[in-house]
């Protein structure tokens, strides 16, 4: 819920950030301060989206070498295979074997990949449009490298993302959206516009206009005397 309440905080300051990154497009280091201060302006947290991924890891890593040795080395030997102690709802036979080595692996596969772009396209609501297709262009780079890993890591993986995916579409109803703000928040590094002809701030207060002048007096000349 705090991961998604400061995903929409970010999603409602997008035009500023837009803005900040459209103006120091050129100089990297200053687009980098310039951000910093603005987030921190606004208590923004761009680092909490990454947060269950970080907590997420060594689960991942922890089951993968436990699948990884359960299929050199059995508990149970070859008769707890036999018995069918490895297999996952009769659907999968063999959680420890390969993605490829069953027709029930790539059907998990498939759901993993659809479940992935489904998961960035619902999360990632304040990635830039190049970000966002490259997110969701990854997990089909990833297959064939995912088609040697344990059928039970993909399961993990693609349950992993089917719950995110629930989760964000749930909670997203039970929490209400943050408002955009108002007005932007001027600061020391938010320049004034100024006006085009004496360069005075466009914000400065501008004197009431004076009323326009009357007729001109006619002013009668006097006839000077033999004329």
């Known amino acids: 819920m705090k991961q998604i309440h400061s995903m929409q905080n970010m999603q409602s300051h997008a035009p500023q950030m837009k803005e900040i990154q459209r103006k120091y497009k050129g100089d990297r280091q200053k687009l980098n301060e310039e951000l910093m ?17 970080l907590a997420q890891l060594p689960i991942f890593i922890g089951l993968f070498y436990t699948l990884r040795a359960f299929a ?6 070859q008769a707890a295979i036999d018995r069918g102690d490895f297999h996952w709802l009769h659907f999968v036979p063999d959680i420890t074997k390969h993605a490829n080595s069953h027709w029930s692996g790539f059907v998990l596969l498939a ?31 990833f297959i064939p490298f995912i088609l040697n890993f344990p059928t039970g890591l993909v399961l993990y993986w693609m349950t992993t993302n089917l719950w995110t995916v629930g989760q964000g579409l749930i909670t997203r109803r039970l929490i209400p959206k943050v408002a955009p703000p108002a007005t932007q928040k001027r600061s020391s590094r938010t320049p004034a516009k100024e006006s085009a ?30 004329r």
Do not use: W
């Open 72 to 77: 050199k080395h059995p508990p149970g030997g």
């Open 197 to 226: 002809n004496d360069g005075a701030p466009a914000e400065a207060e501008v004197p009431a206009p004076k009323p326009a002048p009357g007729p001109p007096r006619r002013v009668k000349r006097k006839k000077k005397a033999g």
């Open 111 to 141: 759901i993993y990949v659809l479940s992935q772009v489904a998961s960035t396209y619902f999360m990632s609501g304040t990635m830039q449009k190049s970000q966002r297709y490259l997110m969701m262009v990854l997990p089909f780079v």
């Open 37 to 53: 201060k603005f987030y921190k302006e606004n208590n923004i947290n761009p680092a909490s989206s990454c947060l269950p991924l």
